[in-house]
């Protein structure tokens, strides 16, 4: 036997947190734990079938299948998530943005910032949160989307620009 | 998180998904491990057992959905805190016997499982009950061997000249176990 499947306990502590934030990410802290349940509930069924080498790119995977179904049983509903400009602050824009705020301070400029995340093309939207949220390498960010490194680097500097330009507008706007 | 974890367990279980069930036992001598499948209790670690190492051989061995889900061991864990604190002398858990090597093995253990508490017998009885008189030393690997100790009392085989012997959860739990029943 090549490499052996975890016990599915010792799989679910050590992916617990990152699925988790995966998920916040991709459907708001609200539905983030339902979400969550359907994640590891999926993954136990299948979890014979898995494959021991990369775990965490599997079970992210599921994630993004079930915010996927999320967000089709909700069709629009204009429910932002928290804390978008961590992701436009790492990239140096805006320093210390909303920082004070608090998490779930949700002041209209969080609220528009994350309607913007929330705008972003699915995939664009799961690889920023990979890449932000979770804090994979772009090389993981790949895996957990099924593309390449590079394809998930373009992803996230695509999703970015997108991004800054919401928040100049929102400037000007607010002005 | 806790709470996360006992809601999934749960839905799992009704789901029929948990192969494995598995929870800790407080014994006299430390902290235990007990874990059982739908057909029964299938592994009972000691304390002197790598808790990860158990449930990484219960991953390969039986299945790999193994979730820690002590709702599913009230049971098994009533019977034995009772067993340690004297107020039982048999148990009445249904077994999985599938880690015991079928054959020769499993005879000497469910032969075992059939000494008295309070009873002790030789290895080489416990030989003879397997239908094998002459194979002692393969009786004690078996015992050796045995998934389920305490429930299926291996500690109550001892050596010819009284002595008590090994014991895979270590001589002392042996020792406390034999005490325990007024054996020795």
Redesign the interface.
């Known amino acids: 036997?090549a490499e052996?499947?975890?016990?599915?306990?010792?799989f679910?502590d050590e992916h617990?947190e990152p699925v988790g934030a995966f998920l916040r990410g991709m459907v708001g802290p609200n539905d983030a734990?339902d979400c969550?349940?359907e994640t590891?509930?999926a993954a136990?069924?299948a979890?014979?079938r898995a494959e021991p080498r990369n775990l965490r790119a599997w079970v992210l995977t599921i994630a993004r299948r079930k915010a996927v179904d999320h967000h089709r049983s909700r069709a629009r509903r204009a429910n932002p998530v928290p804390a978008p400009e961590e992701i436009i602050d790492r990239q140096g824009d805006s320093p210390g943005a909303g920082l004070a705020d608090g998490a779930l301070g949700m002041s209209p400029r969080h609220s528009e910032i994350w309607a913007a995340v929330a705008e972003l093309p699915p995939g664009q939207r799961a690889a920023v949160v990979l890449r932000f949220a979770v804090d994979l390498r772009y090389r993981d960010v790949g895996a957990a989307l099924g593309t390449s490194e590079d394809a998930a680097r373009q992803s996230v500097h695509e999703a970015l620009s997108k991004l800054r330009a919401s928040a100049a507008e929102l400037k000007e706007m607010t002005r | 998180?806790s709470d996360?974890?006992d809601?999934?367990a749960a839905?799992?279980n009704q789901?029929g998904?948990v192969d494995?069930a598995?929870a800790t036992v407080d014994t006299p001598l430390g902290t235990g491990l007990v874990a059982s499948t739908p057909k029964g209790l299938v592994r009972l670690a000691l304390p002197n057992e790598e808790m990860?190492t158990v449930?990484?051989r219960?991953?390969?061995d039986v299945?790999?959905?193994?979730?820690?889900f002590p709702a599913r061991l009230d049971e098994t864990r009533r019977e034995l805190d009772e067993y340690f604190e004297g107020k039982r002398n048999r148990f009445e858990l249904t077994l999985d016997w599938r880690l015991s090597h079928a054959g020769f093995y499993r005879r000497v253990l469910r032969a075992t499982a059939r000494v008295p508490f309070g009873d002790v017998i030789t290895y080489a009885e416990a030989a003879q009950r397997a239908g094998n008189p002459r194979a002692f030393r393969a009786a004690g690997t078996a015992l050796g061997s045995n998934p389920i100790p305490i429930v299926v009392p291996c500690h109550r085989v001892i050596r010819a000249g009284g002595e008590i012997g090994n014991y895979g959860g270590g001589p002392e739990m042996k020792r406390f176990l034999l005490e325990l029943e007024g054996a020795v």
Do not use: D, N
């Open positions: 036997m052996a499947l975890p016990p599915f306990q010792a679910l617990l734990e969550l349940q590891f509930l136990l069924r979890y014979p | 998180m996360f974890a809601r999934l839905r799992a789901e998904l494995v598995y990860e449930l990484s219960l991953a390969r299945s790999p959905r193994v979730l820690e």
